[in-house]
């Protein structure tokens, strides 16, 4: 009678491994996949960049209104921070992505250049009040600018 418990102990033992091994399985793959960079297609890259200038845009118009009157602090506020978290995102998707070798000068730009412009906006969010700030941060948006349109050229 024992020798037939220790045998059945001893196969659920394996079963139960089987199972861990099986269950654990598809989350190593799932790992394994995450853990490696997409390579982000030019297309992609022209994509975020299109949309940085666009933002770019949109922030110069913004920090025009805001000097001239024409828009409440915290709407202001409120939007540049909408747009720096937009930013972000395409920040985090470039992170996670690694270039193609006929992209990686525009790719390492791109990255720095939506970097700089998230971090421009986040920033400014906080300064609405300040004129000599806003200024600023206008002629810096209009040179990150006029870099990515520089970027987004060269992979035409």
Request: include cysteine; charged fraction near 20%.
């Amino acid at each position: 009678m024992e020798n037939k418990q220790s045998l059945v102990l001893r196969h659920q033992s394996r079963r139960s491994r089987r199972a861990k091994v099986v269950g654990i399985l598809p989350m190593l793959v799932l790992l394994a996949s995450c853990s490696q960079p997409s390579v982000i297609s030019r297309d992609e890259l022209h994509s975020i960049l299109r949309s940085s200038i666009s933002f770019t845009a949109e922030a110069e118009t913004s920090l025009d209104y805001v000097l001239q009157g024409r828009s409440t602090q915290n709407f202001a506020a409120g939007h540049f921070h909408y747009m720096a978290d937009e930013l972000e995102q395409s920040v985090k998707q470039l992170n996670q992505s690694k270039p193609s070798p006929d992209t990686e000068q525009a790719f390492m730009n791109s990255l720095q250049d939506v970097k700089a412009l998230a971090s421009e906006l986040t920033a400014i969010s906080f300064q609405t009040s300040d004129s000599t700030a806003i200024s600023a941060a206008k002629q810096r948006i209009t040179e990150i600018r006029r870099a990515l349109e520089k970027t987004s050229s060269s992979l035409l």
